[in-house]
């Protein structure tokens, strides 16, 4: 944890029982339509979110879920908040059934990342998400809604409640907010369906069990699934010139990330392999700037490093900044068992989709 992030989360331990009341009298509140109401669609909803603050892996989820359900030739949409995207309206087109319609800087990195992801899948945002998935429905005829970071957004009646843990996280400090990284108390978990910690790799591994051991000896009704990620390619800033992995780890590389959890980029390239000369880190979302990435060039000029690495959240951001030094990016797929598939599969049975 950052140093000061573990001061501020220090501090704010006095108001954590404060802001868990409030939490939970919300969540009361919609759960028996007491002055806040919660919607139902004429579709099934599928939420994908997490208790604690900062990334658990929700986008690569959306992106296996939603391929998912194309398979099974189910039509869904994909309906997001767009946190850092400029479009204000109160419903977003981030994609329609034919083509990408907003920049990342309108759309948000990640509802950005998903419809150059999924070509197909309509991929709309707004505040009122209740109101941009009733959109997504007629507009589009989407017959399933699959709503991003969805878990603390009751407004939304869902059908497939998934709560995601990073296994190089879990519960952070186990405190709620401001003393911790939980966004809600342990409790809010009943609402949830199922549970699935991503990135478990052998570093993690064992620490990764045990916390499923205790998830599911705490809620005995609701499945665990875990998944891991693998890198799935190499995405350079020349559109002319291709990369494999291979080669890619072949060469020295300056690796730089604005997420949630950078120190899981850095680890993810330590362990497939690649030649880090040297990283720097953003904030979350981080808006990119010509001098930042000047600056990143030099930085890895001085470094030795022959070329830039980065996330593909952070690298749909440069595409104007692009230049002479290589920009590469790190896909990563999500993979889950059968176990999961089977699972959703059933769900969607159920639903008569």
């Known amino acids: 944890m950052r140093p000061l992030l573990a001061v501020l989360f220090l501090v704010g331990r006095i108001f954590s029982p404060a802001y868990s009341l409030v939490m939970l009298v919300r969540a009361y509140l919609y759960r028996n339509d007491i002055f806040l109401k919660s919607q139902r669609l004429p579709v099934p909803v599928i939420s994908i979110g997490n208790l604690t603050l900062g990334g658990t892996g929700k986008t690569p989820m959306v992106r296996y879920v939603t391929r998912l359900l194309m398979d099974r030739g189910v039509r869904p949409a994909i309906v997001s908040r767009g946190y850092g995207g400029k479009a204000a ?3 977003n087109i981030v994609a329609d059934r034919t083509k990408t319609l907003l920049p990342p800087e309108m759309a948000g990195d990640e509802p950005f990342m998903l419809a150059e992801a999924l070509p197909g899948v309509p991929v709309l945002t707004g505040s009122q998400r209740a109101r941009v998935a009733r959109h997504a429905v007629e507009a589009f005829g989407a017959n399933l809604v699959v709503m991003d970071d969805g878990f603390q957004h009751l407004a939304l009646r869902r059908d497939l409640d998934l709560v995601l843990f990073s296994a190089r996280t879990l519960l952070g400090n186990g405190r709620v907010f401001p003393g911790g990284e939980l966004r809600e108390p342990l409790s809010a ?3 949830a369906h199922a549970f699935v910690i991503t990135g478990v790799d052998s570093s993690n591994r064992s620490v990764a069990e045990d916390f499923q051991r205790r998830l599911q000896g705490s809620f005995p009704a609701k499945p665990v699934f875990s998944g891991e990620y693998l890198p799935a390619g190499i995405w350079h800033s020349s559109q002319d010139k291709a990369c494999t992995l ?3 780890k072949s060469m020295e590389v300056f690796s730089f990330a604005g997420i949630a959890n950078p120190d899981s980029f850095r680890q993810t390239l330590r362990q497939e392999g690649f030649s880090v000369t040297g990283s720097t880190e953003f904030r979350d979302h981080h808006d990119y700037t010509a001098q930042d990435v000047a600056a990143l060039v030099a930085a890895a000029r001085a470094s030795g490093a022959r070329a830039l690495i ?3 959240k952070d690298f749909v951001k440069l ?10 990016a790190l896909t990563i797929e999500l993979r889950m068992g059968q176990e999961f598939d089977l699972f959703l599969a059933d769900h969607l049975s159920r639903h008569a989709l």
């Open 89 to 91: 309206g109160r419903v």
């Open 189 to 191: 978990l009943n609402r």
């Open 246 to 248: 291979a080669e890619a």
């Open 310 to 312: 980065t996330t593909e």
């Open 319 to 328: 595409r104007p900044f692009f230049g002479s030094f290589p920009i590469l």
